[in-house]
T-cell receptor
Framework: ELKVEQNPLFLSMQEGKNYTIYCNYSTTSDRLYWYRQDPGKSLESLFVLLSNGAVKQEGRLMASLDTKARLSTLHITAAVHDLSATYFCAVDNWHNNDMRFGAGTRLTVKP | GAVVSQHPSRVICKSGTSVKIECRSLDFQATTMFWYRQFPKQSLMLMATSNEGSKATYEQGVEKDKFLINHASLTLSTLTVTSAHPEDSSFYIC???????????FGSGTRLTVV
């Protein structure tokens, strides 16, 4: 069974600081996704990582994938309050083409 | 881009009644739709996968007779919560694989409250 572990579950940061969220998964997978969820809202797609060594950046967020270690990271650079949200990683189960989600990281950026 | 329209966004119903949630793919054909449930401050849990023209596949522990899924056309999948109880109160989200690219399109979610 595909399992996705994400940490930390809670993250409180000060504006301007850097931090990394980690996502480990248990079995070989095709694709790794990062999503953002604001309270009461659905998911917003941030990144899709398709291959070993893939790195994608958008603004203050950068995601990377190491398929050998079965690890993805989401790095936050110089955090701002607008980044406060819950971030989920998810992995495809290529047998069934469905996604399994990590537990989520609730990020709070304080002034 | 691909859009999945989910309705209603919020619904309050009495215990024992049934509620239908619709997800429509607006500009693409969704042969597959995934249905997730999210309890407050928790992650998304896959409930079932619907495929157009065939029976849905349910995850272990999800009652087929309680959560009825219909995927009668390439643009519409529905989830009906039958005989709803307060413990069914949750946020339900549908998603469909994107066409021609990797990724999924999510509906906007339905907040169900059973009183």
């Amino acid at each position: 069974e595909l399992k996705v572990e994400q940490n930390p579950l809670f993250l409180s940061m000060q504006e301007g600081k850097n931090y990394t969220i980690y996502c480990n998964y248990s079995t070989t997978s095709d694709r790794l996704y990062w999503y953002r969820q604001d309270p009461g809202k659905s998911l917003e797609s941030l990144f899709v990582l398709l291959s070993n060594g893939a790195v994608k950046q958008e603004g203050r967020l950068m995601a990377s994938l190491d398929t050998k270690a079965r690890l993805s990271t989401l790095h936050i650079t110089a955090a701002v309050h607008d980044l406060s949200a819950t971030y989920f990683c998810a992995v495809d189960n290529w047998h069934n083409n469905d996604m399994r989600f990590g537990a989520g990281t609730r990020l709070t950026v304080k002034p | 881009g691909a859009v999945v329209s989910q309705h209603p966004s919020r619904v309050i119903c009495k215990s024992g009644t049934s509620v239908k949630i619709e997800c429509r793919s607006l500009d693409f054909q969704a042969t597959t739709m995934f249905w997730y449930r999210q309890f407050p401050k928790q992650s998304l849990m896959l409930m079932a996968t619907s495929n157009e023209g065939s029976k849905a596949t349910y995850e272990q522990g999800v009652e087929k007779d309680k959560f009825l899924i219909n995927h009668a056309s390439l643009t519409l999948s529905t989830l009906t919560v039958t005989s709803a109880h307060p413990e069914d109160s949750s946020f339900y989200i549908c998603s469909a694989p994107q066409q021609g690219r990797y990724g999924y399109t999510f509906g906007s979610g339905t907040r169900l409250t059973v009183v």
